[in-house]
């Protein structure tokens, strides 16, 4: 235990003791006051992603049970960020919540997880981690107390988890008996192919990807947006997919390494799979959410590419992308959250008119999904350019062609949004719908994000050169 | 024969059958209490392996905990006497063939392939002693970390349980 | 002088417009933009003609190269030759037309001007863009606008349409992208590393096996965005929804970016390929002229007369393209400038007698030259100069493109020619037939006797493209001196197998 | 003045009074208009004469050879380093005598017009479209390139587009604009594909060069003979696509159905365009490429030959039933026209021989100044009449003298009777058919009988006959002329053309025109007069007896002859086979099938796709029944299915 | 205990597994489910314990991988059965086949 121990794993312990921070506010009575309580936490959430970039090292814990690394590092500072976004954007949320103090410590204990999952270097800790960014969220799903709709998520997320969970255990307890470890390390050596690896690693990858929602395994996902509270769907969306597309590829690059040979094709399957269903499962979506579900199934498929290219450039790619993807959805689940919030209004139909009343909001909306859609100027298309040159660097042009193809088909229910907000006529005006100025701030962060990432090269090559630091 | 081949029969015939009863019984009352009597049969091959231990805290967690818990969720729900619905035809002939082809599958690779066992012989019994040191030590086959992530998600557990099962139905 | 002028005026037109009070700032901010940006334009024009004169040889001058992702070897690279120039100024005409002729949109000014503006934006950028990531771009960049134009302001089955248009060209960006995949990566063999950079891989020839391999996909992209058979089914019913001024860029500028794609991209980086499949595209533009026209005939809106008619017309850019003879090329460039002045004056006429009369049905309509003397006479210049009428520019285009494509001797290619030929006799018919109907004839509706001619912004708009087409029609020599350079380098990349 | 100078403002000029009156004049100086476009055609006029004579007695002929000057030229449009399209001027015979024609005539209408067109709305933009046409129709005469003459056959087109539709409220005007346009247009079509096989052979576009290299043998020439689609050479179908052009323009059968229906246009229109000047084009044409017709492909002048004698006849058979006299005029057109095709068709190169060359442009001559006075006489009748049947007209002799003995002037004129210019013509162009070809020559001396005929049916229809009443309830039209002749702009271009009619018959025409450029002294054969004239006299006293007093005799005529009678009257039934052809066939049949195809094949596909996603969508959305145990077995199968693929099947792939 | 060797438990734990996940797909009480969910869970747990008797003495991971997985069985359980108690206050019905509102 020296200084090292503190600066390697600082993003856990500073999450860790924002937590208990947390506690004692509560249990001191200090949150009663929420507008206080959320002004202290979120300065404490944008301290925490300050701090997040300082004194960064690379290096391993615990006899390997802990890593960290440049690129790890930079995927904690994405999660925090959109941590402290979603926080800001669901201010108006949050002061008519009644348990502030408990949403925000599962919410961390669930961001905790995430950080150990991406840091974990070991199955143990990797399942646990898992178990930890799961359940919480699972909790938080349900906190809508009053909504039938939000139980009804928390239980289908509860539900599907630990099912997919205890699937993805008996593969580990396999890989465990055949190579006798549950280091990444170790195991990577051992790792053979043998066929009962093979079922091993497909019950494992099935647990990943129930976490990615990969079809077949995303049934879960639509369900549990809807129900859940936005804040919340938010966090599923982003943060969780965020960290898991992370962990998918790390997982891959190291355990699995050798396994390359079974682990692509899968990977292909999922990609054309899990982009075509997801576009077509949303075309036909009238649920705002469930629409912005499936799209986000969707994105998966895209980053999967990057993924599979098991390149540098991939690699960066797919974080590159989930940059830019955590700003494109913020935006987003701010307006559909503040939409909820104040009309109760859910469907796509519901925004009709809603320009006219909503301008700066409208267009909010509209650049975010162009960048989910991949359009210009956004960064959404120079992210899912990236993805598709590292897939194309690898030369597989059927996925390739599918997900090209997919692209037209996302481009229609994101347009379906669009023409909903700016060109449908509807009887009735819709409601001007008030913004405070903390939510305006992470709406702006967002779009600046959304504007900006792409058009200055530097931050891809800032993420390109994490990776080329480390291989 | 020996005896301890068949205890472990006995034992295996407890937890299976147990486990077949508990997933098929029409009363979800017995339903729990046929699932209590697998998971001691587990406790009881933890105990046949010379892992006490584990089967302590196999009784202890499960059966004084999570079981109890279920049978306490059980009466919050409903009567225990009453009769559940029965399962969705088409769907439990699914779910039992995909179980069946699925274990199929499975026993077929596990019992094709060749496990190779590490030749040096660890501790012929584990002292609970042993489990707590390595279980706070931060060197190698330590387990603090884990640990300390696992007493994370109890609180956190512990505060989502309060939070959603501990409710006020004032506010409507 | 530098390029990027060219992008930087419309994007602080934009912003001007962001931030102006009322319609009447926003619009005149938009006109001065536009203004503006076409003294660039022809500045830009003169200085590119005096650098040829002083003996520039460069393919590609006003160059400028800015790293944009230097690991994936793209750059912001600009630069222009003699055809860039021609389409530029094309855009400039066009939107200061455009601009000019919505000046009595009341619904949303504001974010009118700004989408317009946004469009002309991407046409700017993708016709000076050296690299193919920027072209993609900019290619993908104008998509929106015309989505949202078309919904918000347009008319009739405008959702479908907007929705139709933005798909299909999005499935034309996805084919295009497809290829530009394939050519980046192709381009590792000859020239050391990927790159996109379009004078790099010209110069260093891809491999056989990649450019066939590239070629379907960015011709077919490209040939979505500029209406090729079958690939044009868009056209007509996006045109035909759209408000005036988008009517205007989408087949004023819009179809061009394919077309320019298609020679730029599609036979300059990829020779050998284009020879090999030059068949397939002077078949398929043979029957888009010929089927196009005949289609036009069968229609009984004005708009969807003339975006069908579109279909045809760009078919012979098709043609001149496909035909790969340095006149056909440059007869392909003519065509596309011709064209598009041409078809922007047309919608012009179009929606401005629709503005009156509030139809576009042919047979609702009658005698308009009694009441709208300008308007119809607008009206049939530009029909006059879409079936090719000597002094129009249509005539000069659609000449060089015969002559060029009469230069392949193989029976195919001539008799593809002939068709082509004859079809400028169906345009007469459908030409004549609407205008005939419309503007000649007896007044139909009482409705009809007491409408106003054109305002000054309407009159400003229509003579602006009238200028720029006779300029081409009554001298031709300036715009042939200005692209035969650039096609003929495209000519040279052709020839040396 | 240079020739230079003067050659490019020949046509400048009416161009300068097209844009003058169209741009200003129209919102100005709408009444004003008409004397500035005069005037300055009468400018015009002065110079192109002034050029032709300096060109025709001073500096043309070198060693009695009148030679082909290019006045100026200069690179329009280059295609490649040697095609190029040049704008130039030349000076030869013949484009020296059609620019005098095209002025002169062009002047004779602008006055006329001044009496007839007054008071019209559209007065100013009639003038414009005047100038219009007349700066096409000189720059076509002097055209040095091929693609030249091309570019101003087109605007040619459209001038007469625009004149016929003048009265653009008429939905016939309309209709016969409409028509000719695209009449001419395809023809004009097959124009264009000849230029582009000619080009391509010859490597130019220029008339000289190209007439150089087909008609000197070399590689060009050979190349050009050998190649050929569908057994026909490729200079034969070259020269027959561009002569397709010239039958378009000209009016031979069977691209002729536009002419007829052109007289919708304002008569003087029909005066200057459909008679005296853009009809000839089709002669002028030929005329231009004759060197290489006559010693390069005799095919193709056999074919001019045969199609000219045949619409010649064809036209005036039609002639003699029409009651229009518009019509019946431009019936005569096709026919006169006709005779001055097989005249050409019937030359050789050089010589004797090239006496149809000639002869085809003396007639040419004469017949500008005799159709033009036909037309504008029937302009005048027409005015005086208020209707163009002849049914409604008669014994007009004594209401307007005037145009009374002009109009009996050019009669005679073209009937070919002796001592007036249409007989000299005439005689020549029978002498040269005669001279080469017996079945042309049959021909040609009944269609000349035909003529004489006709045009005497014409004019006792309309100034003996019946006796004339104005029974018009004239009251209400302002014109105070009306109830006398015309006025005098209107009556000095009549009596000038006539005058003309008969004197130019006198220009010893072979001593300027031929076909190689050396002075051609044809000799005037007597016995050889006999014949025709005979006849035509004949053909005058029979349509005397019929027409002179209304009498039933035609009638039991028609009645004998019905079949062709009938014919005749409509016209050989060419329109409605066309109509047919075009509506229905192509246009009827080819449209639909395309707009059919287009809505539901091509646009159909991608509306399928578009259903197709959906359901395919909707499908999808079933599988999400929101049952929390369905997603598991989803899920499941989903492992199951891996694990199968991967496990046990993917070895064996 | 030389005849029963790895195989046996490894037959034992496959069959709990796949009656686990038979008993979650078909037992419409979602606390049966959860139920279900549990022996998925010990099979897992007999995985790991017997690879690590018979195969890997020499160290405790799969004995401590046990005990954490018993944990977070336990916390598990917690959640979802506070979930499932909330939902039946707002439905009064534990019905699995009930809790279908969000769909489509």
């Known amino acids: 235990m020296d200084m090292n121990f503190f600066i390697l794993m600082k993003p856990e312990l500073l999450l860790t003791g924002l937590i208990f921070i947390i506690m004692f506010a509560k249990i001191a009575n200090l949150a009663e006051n929420n507008g206080r309580f959320l002004i202290l936490v979120n300065t404490l959430l944008v301290l925490n992603f300050v701090a997040g970039f300082f004194m960064n090292q690379e290096g391993t814990l615990f006899s390997g049970m802990y890593i960290t690394s440049d690129s790890m590092a930079f995927e904690k500072n994405i999660l925090n960020g959109g941590m402290m976004l979603i926080s800001l954007m669901a201010y108006d949320w949050m002061m008519r919540c009644k348990n502030t103090p408990e949403y925000y410590m599962l919410l961390l204990s669930a961001q905790l997880g995430m950080f150990f999952l991406i840091s974990s270097g070991n199955f143990l800790m990797f399942y646990l981690a898992m178990e930890l960014a799961t359940i919480p969220l699972a909790a938080l799903s349900n906190f809508d107390l009053d909504r039938p709709k939000s139980s009804e998520a928390a239980f289908k997320s509860i539900m599907s988890s630990a099912f997919a969970s205890a699937i993805m255990l008996f593969g580990l307890s396999l890989m465990y008996g055949t190579t006798g470890t549950l280091d990444f390390a170790e195991m990577q050596m051992l790792v053979t192919g043998s066929s009962l690896q093979v079922l091993a690693f497909i019950f494992v990858f099935a647990g990943i990807a129930f976490k990615l929602s990969l079809v077949p395994f995303h049934l879960w996902t639509a369900d549990v947006y809807e129900g859940s509270p936005v804040p919340v769907t938010a966090t599923l969306a982003v943060i969780s997919k965020a960290t898991f597309i992370f962990v998918f590829m790390s997982t891959m690059f190291t355990v699995f390494a050798n396994f390359f040979m079974v682990w692509d094709k899968v990977v292909m399957i999922s990609i054309i799979a899990t982009i075509t269903i997801g576009n077509f499962m949303a075309v036909r979506q009238t649920n705002l959410k469930r629409v912005l579900a499936f799209s986000s199934i969707a994105q998966m498929g895209y980053l999967l590419l990057g993924v599979a290219s098991t390149s540098v450039q991939g690699a960066s790619s797919v974080l590159y992308f989930m940059l830019i993807y955590v700003f494109s959805s913020v935006a987003i689940f701010a307006v559909v959250g503040l939409i909820f919030y104040q009309t109760g209004k859910e469907d796509v139909a519901d925004l009709r008119g809603f320009y006219k009343n909503n301008k700066l909001l409208s267009w909010v909306m509209a650049v975010a999904l162009f960048s989910l859609a991949g359009i210009p100027p956004t960064a959404g298309f120079f992210g899912k350019y990236f993805l598709l040159t590292s897939g194309a660097a690898k030369g597989d042009y059927i996925v390739l062609t599918v997900a090209i193809l997919n692209m037209i088909v996302s481009l229609y229910y994101y347009l379906r949004i669009v023409k909903a907000m700016f060109i449908d006529k509807s009887e009735n005006d819709f409601e001007r719908i008030s913004v405070s100025p903390i939510v305006t701030v992470s709406i702006v962060v967002c779009i600046a994000g959304v504007l900006l990432t792409g058009m200055s090269g530097e931050v891809y090559e800032q993420i390109k050169s994490l990776f080329l630091a480390s291989n | ?172 | 002088m530098s390029l990027s002028i060219l992008i930087i005026i419309p994007l602080l037109t934009a912003l001007a417009v962001i931030f102006c009070r009322n319609a009447e700032q926003v619009k005149w901010t938009s006109l001065f933009g536009s203004v503006a940006q076409l003294a660039v334009s022809g500045v830009m024009f003169f200085q590119y003609n005096a650098l040829r004169k002083a003996g520039e040889v460069a393919q590609f001058v006003f160059e400028e190269k800015h790293t944009w992702f230097s690991f994936m070897n793209i750059n912001y690279h600009i630069g222009v030759d003699g055809i860039a120039i021609a389409m530029i100024l094309l855009t400039a005409f066009v939107v200061v037309a455009g601009v000019l002729v919505s000046w009595n949109v009341s619904h949303l000014t504001k974010e009118f001007y700004l989408l317009l503006v946004l469009l002309s934006t991407g046409a700017y950028g993708f016709f000076i863009s050296l690299d193919l990531f920027t072209m993609f771009f900019f290619l993908e960049l104008a998509v929106i606008p015309k989505f949202l134009l078309i919904g918000i302001w347009g008319s009739g089955n405008k959702e479908y349409s907007a929705m139709k248009l933005a798909l299909m060209l999005m499935g034309g960006s996805a084919l295009v992208l497809m290829g530009l995949l394939i050519v980046y990566f192709g381009s590792a063999a000859s020239c050391g590393a990927p790159t996109y950079n379009l004078i790099e891989i010209a110069s260093h020839r891809l491999d056989f096996s990649t450019q066939m391999f590239a070629f379907p996909f960015l011709f077919a992209g490209f040939g979505v965005f500029t209406a090729m058979f079958p690939f044009h089914t868009w056209a007509p019913d996006g045109h035909s929804s759209a408000p005036t001024a988008a009517s205007m860029f989408l087949a004023g500028i819009s179809m061009k970016l394919g077309g320019y794609g298609c020679l730029r991209v599609a036979v300059y980086l990829l020779p050998d390929a284009a020879h090999e499949y030059s068949w397939i595209v002077v078949l398929l533009s043979a029957i888009a002229i010929f089927y196009g026209s005949f289609a036009t005939m069968m229609q009984k809106d004005l708009k969807y007369i003339n975006a069908y008619s579109s279909v045809s017309h760009c078919g012979f850019v098709l043609l001149g393209i496909g035909m790969l003879t340095k006149t056909a090329i440059t007869g392909a460039v003519m065509q596309m400038v011709s064209h598009g002045l041409m078809t922007a004056l047309f919608f012009a006429a179009i929606g401005m007698i629709y503005e009156r009369t509030h139809t576009r049905q042919v047979e609702k309509l009658g005698g308009l030259l009694k009441v709208i003397p300008f308007l119809s006479t607008i009206f049939v210049i530009a029909g006059l100069c879409s079936l090719g009428l000597p002094g129009l520019s249509g005539f000069v285009a659609e000449m060089t493109v015969f002559q060029g494509a009469w230069q392949r001797p193989e029976t195919f290619y001539r008799l593809a020619t002939i068709l082509g030929c004859l079809s400028i006799v169906v345009t007469a018919v459908y030409i004549l037939r609407a205008s005939g109907k419309v503007i000649m004839g007896p007044i139909v509706d009482e409705h009809h006797t007491h409408l106003s001619d054109a305002r000054w912004n309407e009159k400003l708009a229509s003579v602006i493209l009238l200028l720029a087409i006779l300029a081409i029609g009554t001298a031709p020599f300036w715009l042939t001196d200005l692209l035969n350079p650039g096609s003929e380098l495209i000519m040279n990349q052709l020839t040396a197998r | 003045m240079s020739d230079s100078l003067a050659l490019l403002l020949v046509p400048a000029l009416p161009l300068a009074a097209f844009l003058l009156i169209f741009l200003v004049g129209r919102v100005y100086f709408p009444k004003f208009s008409g004397i500035l476009g005069t005037v300055i055609m009468l400018a015009t006029t002065v110079i192109s004469m002034a050029t032709a004579y300096k060109y025709f007695f001073v500096t043309g002929k070198v060693d009695g050879v009148y030679q082909h000057l290019i006045a100026f030229k200069f690179t329009w449009l280059p295609f490649s380093e040697n095609v190029s399209i040049d704008m130039g001027a030349i000076m030869d015979p013949i484009s020296m005598v059609m620019i005098c024609v095209v002025t002169f005539i062009s002047l004779m209408v602008h006055i006329y017009s001044l009496g007839y067109m007054k008071g019209e709305d559209r007065f100013a933009i009639y003038y414009s479209y005047l100038g219009l046409f007349t700066f096409s129709m000189l720059g076509l005469v002097l055209s040095t390139n091929i693609f030249q003459i091309y570019i101003f056959w087109e605007l040619v087109g459209v001038s007469s587009f625009l004149l016929i539709g003048y009265y653009f409220d008429k939905p016939s005007a309309v209709a016969a604009s409409k028509k000719a346009f695209i009449v001419t247009r395809f023809a004009d079509a097959g124009f264009l594909i000849g230029i582009l096989v000619l080009s391509y052979y010859t490597g130019t576009l220029d008339f000289e060069t190209m007439i150089a290299r087909l008609t000197v043998p070399g590689s060009e020439l050979t190349a050009i003979t050998t190649a050929g689609f569908l057994g026909v050479s490729a200079l034969t179908w070259g020269l027959m696509l561009v002569f397709m052009g010239g039958a378009g323009k000209s009016a031979m059968f069977p691209l002729h159905i536009w002419l007829p229906d052109a007289m919708e246009g304002p008569t003087p229109v029909s005066a200057l365009i459909h008679a005296a000047t853009m009809v000839v084009a089709g002669v002028y044409l030929v005329a231009r490429l004759f060197p290489i017709f006559a010693i390069s492909c005799p095919v193709g002048l056999d074919v001019v030959a045969y199609i000219g004698v045949f619409s010649s006849m064809f036209a005036a058979i039609i002639a003699c039933t029409q009651t229009d006299i518009k019509r019946v005029l431009a019936y005569s057109t096709m026919s006169q026209i006709g005779y001055m095709m097989f005249a050409l068709g019937v030359a050789g190169y050089g010589g004797e021989n090239g006496l149809g060359f000639t002869a085809s442009f003396f007639h040419l001559f004469t017949h500008a100044m005799f159709k033009a006075l036909l037309f504008l006489g029937a302009g005048a009748v027409i005015h005086y009449v208020h209707s163009n049947d002849m049914r409604d007209m008669g014994g007009l002799r004594k209401h307007m003298p005037v145009t009374h003995i002009a109009f009996l002037i050019a009669c005679l004129a073209i009937a070919g009777v002796p001592g007036f210019a249409g007989f000299f013509s005439k005689e020549e162009i029978l002498t040269a058919a005669h001279n080469s070809n017996p079945i042309i020559y049959w021909c040609a001396i009944a269609t000349a009988a035909l003529t004489a005929f006709y045009m005497f049916r014409l004019y006792f229809n309309i100034f003996w006959n019946k006796e004339y009443h104005a029974h018009h309830s004239d009251s209400h039209h302002g014109d105070d002329h009306h109830h006398g002749e015309a006025p005098w702009s209107m009556k000095a271009p009549l009596i000038i053309l006539a005058l003309l009619s008969i004197a130019t018959g006198y220009i010893p025409f072979g001593n300027f025109v031929s076909s190689d450029g050396q002075a051609l002294h044809s000799e005037f054969h007597l016995t050889s007069a006999i014949l025709p004239v005979s006849l035509a006299i004949g053909a005058i006293i029979v349509a005397m007896l019929f027409y002179r007093k209304k009498n039933a005799v035609p009638d039991k005529i028609a009645g004998t002859i019905k079949g062709v009678y009938t014919g005749a009257l409509h016209k050989f039934y060419i329109d409605e086979l066309y109509l047919f052809v075009t509506k229905k066939l192509i246009f009827g049949i080819g449209g639909t099938i395309a707009a059919w195809f287009d809505k539901n094949v091509v646009d159909g596909v991608v509306n399928f796709s578009a259903t197709v996603g959906e359901n395919f969508s909707d499908t999808l959305k079933k599988m999400q029944n929101g049952k929390v145990q369905s997603y598991a077995m989803y899920f499941f199968t989903g492992v199951l299915g891996f694990v199968l693929l991967f496990v046990f099947l993917w070895d064996k792939f | 205990m030389s005849d029963i060797g790895l195989g046996h438990f490894l037959i034992v734990s496959t069959m709990l597994f796949f009656i686990g996940i038979y008993g979650f797909m078909t037992r419409r009480n979602m606390i049966t489910m959860l139920m279900s969910v549990e022996l998925i869970l010990n099979a897992c747990n007999i995985n790991f314990i017997a690879f690590n008797k018979f195969l890997f003495p020499n160290q405790l991971d799969g004995v401590f991988f046990t005990l954490f997985v018993i944990a977070i069985a336990a916390a598990e359980a917690a959640v979802a059965i506070a979930i499932i108690i909330n939902l039946y206050r707002n439905r009064k019905s534990i019905d699995a086949e009930d809790a279908d509102m969000m769909r489509l």
């Not at chain 2, 089967?55 to 279920?70: H, M, P």
């Not at chain 2, 009453?82 to 082809?101: E, H, N």
């Not at chain 2, 884990?146 to 409710?167: H, N, Y």
């Open chain 2, 1 to 172: 024969m020996s005896a301890s081949t068949i205890i472990f029969y006995i034992l295996a015939a407890i937890t299976l059958g147990g486990a077949i009863l508990a997933v098929t019984s029409p009363k979800i009352f017995r339903s729990a209490i046929y699932l209590l009597f697998s998971l001691i049969g587990i406790a009881g091959l933890y105990f046949w392996l010379n892992f006490e231990f584990i089967a302590a805290v196999q009784v202890v967690v499960y059966v004084g905990g999570i079981v109890v818990l279920i049978i306490f969720s059980i009466f919050l729900t409903q009567g225990s006497g009453s009769d559940m619905k029965d399962p969705v035809k088409i769907r439990s002939l699914f779910a039992g063939l995909a179980a069946l082809c699925g274990y199929c599958l499975t026993y077929y690779v596990i019992q094709r392939t060749e496990f190779h066992p590490q030749l040096e012989q660890g501790p012929a019994e584990i002292s609970v002693a042993r489990i707590g040191e390595q279980m706070l030590s931060t060197t190698e086959h330590g387990y603090l970390l884990p640990f300390e992530v696992v007493s994370m998600l109890l609180l956190s557990a512990m505060i989502g349980c309060i939070v959603i099962a501990i409710k006020t139905r004032s506010i409507k």
